[in-house]
């Protein structure tokens, strides 16, 4: 099983990012994977992915990025800080192991955002990045 | 000063004043939002305020979500008592399967590692990652009866946060067998019979802990209070739909099985100038003497009885603990959660198996109302929703009064009390001691944003001042 995981908050504008792109590439030809869709990570999206071979979470990023967006392998942080309010990909990968021992693989889609306001819709400036992250994506398919 | 106070939902503050002779002179617990949902819902269409009330809250909006539907069945037409039968299943088993899956977070997620490592621990234990690295069989357990909640929320909703399934006078749609045979059978997500034998272990785990622990859960930021909870017509434990009940700390009724309709006759609301949540009492008592308790251990002391027998069983031995006198312990309300979480689980396994929960359900004739008032047992506590609309079906006022409200005054009394109790004439303040203000909060699994109906993510913190205002602690944490 391979799953796509969709961090953020459409009501926020491009803080929907991670939710945009599911949206957009559940529509591709030869996509084949379970998305799901989170306001926020939770403990027990640990025992989701030790079900899955691959997971790729996807998030907008407050910060720049070069290009727009940025596509890495997702580290196992152990050492992160565990709280109900943030709780970061790494640790879920950490919890994962630790509870399940499972080591699925997983990367990390960022999209940069810019606009965080209590709006739906992306920004311009996010459309463009997500087209881009799109893109690079599509050529990974069939996922 | 605590700023902010963790593993709660929502933002406050906790602040101590200390007198000249480093006793504390003045201890509160404030929460510093700006509500607005009452406001800012007036004009909307009534039928819309299940769905709009519901995003006070990414905890509990199960609760929010139906305490408006009972609402604005009455503006629609319908009594709670006159709804379909199969309306009012569907709705109790969402009801059940947020309390259980509330519950479970509360438990395992944020209150569990105050007991596992102690108030005194590192920061750095202080959550349930480290849970998950020293007790992963409790903690994966833990995992699976939040997840059975959230899925079984998920299948009558539509997803697990911000889903819908009352309509005015009904039910959104209709529950398939395939989705119901999904919670009685071992699948990803274990059985409903799983989730009831673990709910088992888990209140015998807790009365372990207590055996091992009492006297300090006996005495832990315990004081006598008032109790408010909803019974049913035999006096049983009622989570859904029933009549309110208090009582005083000896047991002598305070209010006797009241109607829903009544509640603004009961009941005032007080203001304080330091605080955005407010203050609600019992008229006939008064500002004082009328404020109460609310949510599992309240509601385990209001009740005769619970209507399911393994829950009813750990029900008499709670009461036996106290020779069937209110439990004042304000520790213990672990314990009563606990009950409840077996409450649920029994409560969902006879709701899946009832033959009408599949049925179709049919909305019946009626004549519009202009108001409607729903009150039911949130997690924390009993939930009042009131809304009026105009003859068009917009809203013109909505009041709530919110669990965590009723308990305003109870955690402010229990910050009092270890202010006094740990706080007073210490030479230095440590971390641990600011942690047991925050253990005292935490018992009553507050929803902060609730109470004030804010958005956003929301700390708390604790800061101690000495008698010429100057900071002698301060407690700052990323919100947990």
Not at chain 2, 142 to 149: E, P
Request: glycine residues 8%.
């Amino acid at each position: 099983m391979r799953i796509l995981i969709g961090i953020g908050n459409s009501g926020r504008n491009d803080d929907g990012l991670g939710w945009v792109f599911l949206d957009r590439i559940k529509q591709e030809a030869g996509f084949s994977a379970d998305i799901e869709y989170r306001y926020q990570l939770q403990v027990e999206d640990a025992e989701l992915i030790s079900r899955a071979k691959h997971v790729i979470f996807v998030d907008s990023y407050h910060g720049v990025l070069p290009g727009g967006f940025k596509f890495e392998p997702c580290k196992v942080a152990p050492d992160s800080v565990f709280t109900s309010h943030v709780l970061p990909p790494g640790a879920i990968l950490h919890l994962c192991r630790e509870l399940y021992g499972k080591k699925p693989g997983a990367d990390l889609m960022l999209i940069q955002g810019s606009s965080w306001e209590l709006h739906s819709g992306l920004s311009p400036e996010a459309e463009i990045r997500l087209g881009r992250a799109l893109e690079f994506f599509r050529k990974k398919l069939p996922f | 000063m605590i700023d902010p106070v963790t593993r709660v939902e929502g933002h406050g503050r906790v602040t101590v004043q200390l007198d000249e002779a480093g006793n504390v002179d003045q201890a509160r617990f404030h929460v510093v939002e700006f509500r607005g949902f009452e406001r800012f819902i007036q004009g909307h269409p009534y039928w819309e305020a299940p769905l709009l009330v519901q995003r006070l809250c990414g905890i509990c909006p199960v609760s929010h979500h139906l305490a408006a539907a009972k609402a604005v069945d009455q503006i629609y037409g319908v009594d709670p008592r006159d709804l379909h039968p199969t309306a009012t299943m569907i709705r109790r088993l969402l009801h059940y399967a947020q309390l259980f899956q509330s519950h479970a977070l509360h438990f395992f997620y944020l209150a569990s590692p105050d007991l596992l490592f102690g108030m005194e621990a590192p920061v750095e234990k202080r959550s349930v990652g480290a849970v998950a690295m020293e007790h992963g069989d409790l903690a994966r357990k833990g995992i699976q009866m939040r997840q059975f909640g959230q899925e079984l929320i998920k299948a009558l909703a539509g997803k697990k946060i911000h889903g819908i399934t009352a309509v005015p006078g009904g039910i959104h749609k209709t529950f398939y067998p395939e989705e119901r045979d999904y919670f009685l059978s071992d699948n990803v997500t274990p059985s409903v019979d799983t989730m009831i034998q673990w709910s088992q272990e888990v209140v015998t785990f807790i009365k372990d802990y207590h055996d091992k622990n009492f006297m300090w859960l006996d005495s832990f930021a315990s004081y006598p209070s008032g109790h408010l909870g909803l019974v049913g017509t035999d006096g049983a434990l009622e989570l859904y739909d029933g009549r309110m009940r208090a009582i005083d700390s000896r047991g002598e009724v305070t209010l006797n099985d009241v109607d829903n309709d009544s509640y603004l006759k009961y009941f005032g609301e007080g203001v304080e100038k330091w605080s955005y949540m407010k203050f609600p009492f019992l008229r006939h008592l008064g500002r004082q003497h009328g404020w109460n308790r609310v949510g599992p251990l309240a509601r385990l002391n209001v009740c005769d009885s619970i209507s399911t027998p393994l829950a009813n069983a750990e029900l008499r031995e709670f009461k036996a603990y106290t020779n069937g006198r209110p439990n004042n312990h304000t520790m213990h309300s672990h314990w009563a959660r606990l009950i409840e979480i077996l409450h649920c689980a029994e409560q969902i396994r006879n709701l899946l198996n009832e033959p009408r929960l599949l049925e179709e359900v049919e909305r019946p004739p009626v004549s519009r109302r202009p108001e409607g008032i729903g009150i039911i047992e949130a997690p924390r506590g009993t939930l009042i929703h009131h809304y009026k609309a105009d003859e068009k079906g917009s809203i013109t006022k909505c009041n709530l009064i919110v669990s965590t409200t009723h308990n305003n005054e109870p955690m402010n009394r229990a910050v009092r009390w270890v202010a006094k109790n740990v706080l007073d004439q210490q030479k230095a303040i440590t971390d641990g001691m600011l942690n047991q203000v925050e253990v005292a909060i935490r018992a009553y699994d507050p929803c902060l944003s609730c109470a004030t109906h804010a958005m956003g993510q929301m700390p708390l913190k604790l800061t101690v001042f000495d008698a010429d205002g100057a900071v002698v602690a301060e407690h700052v944490k990323h919100p947990v």
